[in-house]
């Protein structure tokens, strides 16, 4: 079992920058890819980015490349999500996943409970 808890969600403004973190517990955090989801008022949840049990492997959704870092410390058994240039459209709760394995298929074993980001423009 891994157990993922997210923070750092909040309100910020058009244009502004906010970090989730996901800090995991459990089995060894280090062996799972993970990865971020995010869900809006009415809509399905939907992919954000994906990092590989190393940290060397990352793959990002077009509507946030280039804006959006996801990055992990191993040593730490956190996951982060670096969101700069922020829309409104980005608004939606996160939600930190968790593979059973240490590959990205976009079938997370895991779930955090998410937090959420609002954007005001």
């Known amino acids: 079992q891994v157990q993922l808890v997210e923070s750092g969600g909040g309100l910020v403004q058009a244009g502004g920058s906010l970090r989730l973190s996901c800090a995991a517990s459990?089995?060894?955090?280090?062996?799972?890819?993970m990865g971020w989801f995010r869900q809006a008022p009415g809509k399905e949840r939907e992919f954000v980015a994906a990092?590989?049990?190393?940290?060397?492997?990352?793959r990002y959704a077009n509507f946030v490349k280039g804006r959006f870092t996801i990055s992990r410390d191993n040593a730490k058994n956190t996951v982060y999500l670096q969101m700069n240039s922020l829309k409104p459209e980005d608004t939606a709760v996160y939600y930190c996943?968790?593979?059973?394995?240490?590959?990205?298929?976009?079938?997370?074993?895991?779930w955090g409970q998410g937090t959420q980001v609002t954007v005001s423009s």
């Open positions: 996943a968790a593979e059973a394995g240490s590959s990205w298929y976009g079938r997370p074993a895991y």
């Open positions: 459990g089995r060894t955090f280090s062996t799972n890819a």
């Open positions: 990092i590989s049990w190393g940290g060397g492997s990352t």
